[in-house]
DNA sequence: CTGTGGTCCTGTATGC
DNA sequence: TGCATACAGGACCACA
């Protein structure tokens, strides 16, 4: 369920609520929450108590937490439910916490709630950074220079080995939106499918790729190699604004499932123009939204707005 | 190799 | 009321 701006509302509040802290003890008492970790529960436990949180940091929807002096961190996928939260030790834990992190400190202690069990925690090993977006340099209109150019590996472009395949996401540093258009050229598919493509360019869900449609006016299954360039880059600079402006307000929460680590929900569900909103009037041109199902889920568009053709 | 569809779960809303 | 069905912010993996 989470999208980018609803895991960086998730990042930005681990971020200054562990950061500095040390874990004392962790308790997963859910399988299904560590299938990812092959080592197991007892393994998965043990090396993390006592480690000393250094940092919080994303990419797309993948969150990992980075310790002193490790090189191994922990991963956290939210799936489509998944919570991170911070409780004190006496609030009794909601049904469906599947892990437990306890600090030394004995302050508030960090819980994964997670009702569909899509989501999980695993440990992994960082990766020294590889560019993950040399493949489509290909052009490129060289202006280097601003960021030493050599590719001198800053330490926060590692990301754990597991997710190296996940493409870079809007709001990364080394994210370049003419790679992005290169991609995209290349995918033989319609153009939302494209968009959740997390190999492409990640952080993107169904929310936001409707939302993203919406605003560059783009039929959901237009195919994407036939594109302009122009048209693409006006897709990605919205699917750039869409999510700042979600991110602004804390996220787009329906219900209680998507909350950040407080427990709070966001605001953006009141702005959106598409998603969710069939039969109501485009907010451009008054025609009634509609809404299709395919790749069995649902995407909201508008029939006069954004043609198929 | 690339693209597509099925599948993993639980809970809620809707309809017969 | 009961029961069945549809649907939900996602990603992996087996197949064509």
Redesign the pocket.
Known sequence: ???LP?VETVRDGLQRWIVGRAVATVQASHP?ALR?HLLGRQEFEGWLAGRQVESVRRR???LWVEFAGERRCLVA?????GQLLLQTPETTPS??THASFRFADEGPELRFVD????GGLYLDDLESAVSPARAASSGSSSRAGSSGSSGSDDSSARVPH??A??GLDPFDPSYSIDSAIARIR?????IK?VL????VV??????Y?DESLWRARLHPERE??VLRPASLRTLLDCVHEVMSDALSVGG???????VNVNGESGYFARDLDA??REGQECHRCGTAIR?E??????SFFCPRCQRRA
């Open positions: 369920m989470p999208e609803e299904r990812r797309g929807k993948y996928h939210l799936g489509m439910s049904r469906h009702q569909r069990t899509f597991s997710i395949h996940i290349q995918k033989r598919s319609g499918r959740l493509d997390q190999t990640s952080g993107v869900g169904n929310i790729a994407a190699a787009t929460s329906f219900d209680a499932l998507y998603y969710g809404r199902t395919f790749m069995n889920r649902s």
